[in-house]
């Protein structure tokens, strides 16, 4: 319909060297738009998210990738999460679920396990060098990621600092 993208996957997105505050519903999230249409080659990169909870409606994180849909095959990182500052994210109780979520940094559910038709993730993703601090829920979390047959994604978290989350 207008305005949709079914069947599309953006791809070649970058945010670098944001700052994000109170936007309610996360700061940077890629979701997808349908179960044929997502994210590939994403790159967030030296930015800032805190205070970015606040919403009941949904249940968020600070930066979360749920969902991608890969536009190719081909091999090396295809999500790349590093140098971030991530602080002060608290989910209330959302209407989905009761208080969940409001992680620092979630890879959300790459094995397609929420929406069967979106397909096993299989590519790769890097968590490096990021800074999570006092959020509600974990400071890094890949959820959702063995339901299905391999191979699964590689994914790598390297280099990271937490303290004081699950709050």
Request: hydrophobic fraction near 35%.
């Amino acid at each position: 319909g207008a305005g949709s993208w079914t069947g599309y996957t953006a791809h070649h997105i970058i945010f670098a060297n944001n700052v994000a505050n109170g936007c309610g519903l996360g700061a940077f999230s890629f979701n997808p738009e349908s179960a044929t249409s997502s994210v590939d080659y994403i790159a967030i990169v030296g930015n800032i998210a805190y205070n970015t909870l606040g919403g009941t409606a949904y249940c968020t994180s600070a930066i979360s990738v749920w969902e991608p849909i890969a536009s190719d095959s081909l091999p090396g990182t295809h999500i790349y999460i590093a140098g971030n500052f991530s602080y002060g994210n608290v989910q209330p109780t959302c209407s989905d679920n009761g208080s969940s979520d409001g992680e620092g940094i979630i890879l959300d559910t790459f094995d397609g396990n929420q929406t069967p038709a979106t397909g096993i993730y299989q590519q790769q993703a890097v968590i490096d060098n990021n800074i999570s601090l006092v959020n509600g829920g974990p400071a890094l979390e890949v959820f959702n990621n063995s339901n299905g047959t391999a191979p699964f994604p590689q994914i790598y978290l390297r280099h990271n600092t937490a303290w004081g989350n699950n709050s």
